[in-house]
């Protein structure tokens, strides 16, 4: 029997226990053919009953004491063959979920650009439990199923071979409509899980904006929505209902039909003299062990047929490599000093349209670099090349004067400190969110770090202090004590190299002055890069890079560039400012293209 390629990589996640498999397969084949013993037992028991003149109590009393005995050894086998097995298919979900996940870890930003967070959560989480009702049958019962058919069939055929033959038959039938119906169940079971991957991605979506929904009042639309989504699932698994139902009575009814025609026949060849009635009863009991591997290999082609494209939407996970190469990484410098250095960068998501276009900067180490320009000049995108979120697609950058590829991806982001303009918090509590910035830091280092980031006041004033805890995604705090929260991280952190992207946007005036000292106090020391819409904001920046169209227009600081009567910089600062800004027209204009 030919298996599927992503069958057989899944049951390779077997093989670390492979010998608690050989012995769950061992004890199961001893569980399901002790048990033909006692047919035997009972043809003897009946032919004596029925030809002897009187009964031997001590032969009958000597064979059931011997049957009693081997249930004694039914009872071990059971449990083993369960434990073993089970144990087996736990250890194989966590290993293969833990791997999956570590995968996911290591995929670059563009493969969560394409995905929705929900989709991919449903895969690591729904689609592995469904492939874990595969494991415990696929790898032991298959191998015990199909041995217990082969010996019955063995004995079947020694007691009587034309009986043998009509209790048979009805295998080919089998085959063929295992088959169809395999491929019917896969099909609606694929549909079904492809669904559910949406419904979830849809609710992880809903429920994280939820004040949006109910502020607009659309609860109801969403209900709609819920409602359609969930109804079309539904069909889906009432389709998967009926081929299961479908295949199982169909096959129950040839195990059922199959021993009429075997009685039968044995009737006529027990009027005959051809057989024994002790036989005839001996043959139907094996008729029950013969159909009832045959009807779980029937359950365990449903349950592969289930779980196959399950295990096919896994494996498209794992098959999916991090755009990032990292093949040549290696280097680990244990110091870095914050040199960072952009030589002829281009970069796109499509290498025939850049977002970036030959960008050249050489950033000393201690300065404070402020990258400006209209929504989608390619500032973020720019900034996010430094720790390899995106590798350049022509050019380089050089930390200290290394190649950035060249740098293992965890000692280059060891030494770089982010924060977001949507500082991401996790459940848990504060110190827990803060130790985020470095694992082993002390209680010490954390009070310092959150004074440090004008953080300490708040966090002492909350119910339990560093301990409170802060809900999902920090949804008990304010943007402001987020933010100051984000920073304080960084200042654990302590990386010489400093990413601000528009750390003091949309926040309250008291929270933006506490934030801007915090951020000056952060950036002492450290080369920055400074991402801001408000120009107030970086004023003092030693070098403001003007980006226009993914290029690098003016390049200067704001006293030399604010002179430029033609340049970006100019039209952007007068457009938040016009009112109030008089700007002197003695100094030279600085050049406007880089």
């Known amino acids: 029997m030919k298996i599927h390629p992503s069958i057989k990589r899944f049951l390779a996640y077997a093989k670390p226990y492979r010998w608690a498999v050989a012995g769950a397969t061992l004890a199961g084949i001893l569980k399901f053919n002790i048990p033909v013993v006692f047919p035997l037992v009972l043809k003897e028991i009946v032919d004596h009953l029925v030809s002897a003149p009187a009964v031997d109590f001590a032969k009958i009393n000597k064979l059931m004491l011997s049957v009693l005995a081997l249930y004694v050894v039914w009872y071990f086998a059971s449990y083993f063959r369960s434990f073993w097995a089970d144990r087996t298919s736990q250890r194989m979900t966590f290993d293969i979920r833990y791997d999956l996940y570590m995968h996911l870890q290591g995929m670059s930003l563009d493969f969560y650009e394409k995905r929705r967070v929900g989709s991919v959560t449903s895969r690591l989480l729904a689609d592995i439990s469904i492939a874990q009702n595969f494991i415990g049958a696929a790898v032991t019962n298959t191998i015990m199923d199909l041995t217990t058919l082969a010996f019955i069939a063995v004995i079947l055929f020694f007691q009587n071979w034309q009986l043998a033959i009509v209790a048979l038959s009805i295998i080919p039938i089998y085959a063929v409509l295992n088959s169809r119906f395999q491929r019917r169940i896969k099909r609606t079971s694929q549909l079904a899980q492809e669904k559910m991957e949406t419904i979830s991605a849809d609710v992880h979506e809903r429920l994280g904006a939820l004040p949006v929904i109910q502020s607009f009042t659309r609860e109801k639309t969403e209900e709609k929505r819920f409602f359609h989504a969930t109804r079309d699932y539904l069909e889906f698994l009432l389709a998967n209902v009926r081929n299961n139902a479908l295949a199982l009575s169909i096959i129950g009814f040839l195990t059922l039909i199959a021993p009429v025609m075997v009685v039968w026949y044995g009737v006529l060849q027990v009027g005959t003299g051809a057989l024994t009635p002790g036989g005839l009863v001996a043959f139907y009991a094996y008729l029950g062990m013969l159909y009832t591997p045959l009807n779980r290999l029937t359950e365990l082609n449903i349950m592969v047929a289930n779980s196959r494209s399950a295990i096919e939407r896994i494996f498209e996970i794992f098959d999916t490599a991090p755009s990032l190469d990292t093949s040549r990484s290696t280097a680990e410098p244990e110091k870095v000093e914050g040199r960072v250095t952009f030589e002829h960068v281009q970069f796109g998501y499509d290498k025939h349209r850049p977002l970036l276009s030959d960008i050249s900067l050489d950033i000393a180490p201690g300065m404070t670099v402020a990258l400006i320009g209209r929504s989608g000049s390619g500032k973020t995108t720019l900034a996010k090349l430094i720790p390899r979120f995106y590798d350049v697609t022509s050019g380089k950058i050089l930390i200290d004067g290394i190649d950035s590829r060249d740098l293992s991806l965890r ?184």
Do not use: W
């Open 411 to 594: 000692a280059l982001r060891r030494h770089i400190a982010f924060v977001l303009q949507e500082p991401v918090l996790f459940s848990g509590t504060v110190a827990e969110n803060l130790r985020y910035g470095r694992k082993l830091a002390s209680n010490e280092d954390i009070v310092k770090a959150a004074q440090q980031a004008h953080a300490h006041e708040f966090i002492m004033n909350l119910p339990d202090g560093y301990d409170t805890l802060i809900g999902e995604r920090g949804i008990t705090l304010s943007g402001g004590q987020k933010q100051r929260m984000a920073l304080a991280r960084a200042f654990l952190k302590d990386a010489p190299i400093l990413i601000l992207d528009e750390a003091t946007s949309a926040l309250d005036s008291e929270s933006e002055n506490a934030i801007r000292k915090a951020c000056i106090e952060l950036m002492r020391g450290r080369t920055t890069f400074v991402i801001a819409h408000r120009l107030s904001t970086i004023k003092s920046a030693d070098l403001i890079a003007v980006l226009d169209r993914g290029r690098i227009v003016q390049l200067g600081n704001h006293a030399q560039l604010i002179q430029d009567t033609n340049g970006l910089y100019r039209s952007l600062y007068l457009e938040q400012y016009a009112p109030e800004v008089h700007v002197p027209s003695t100094q030279q204009a600085p050049a406007t293209t880089h």
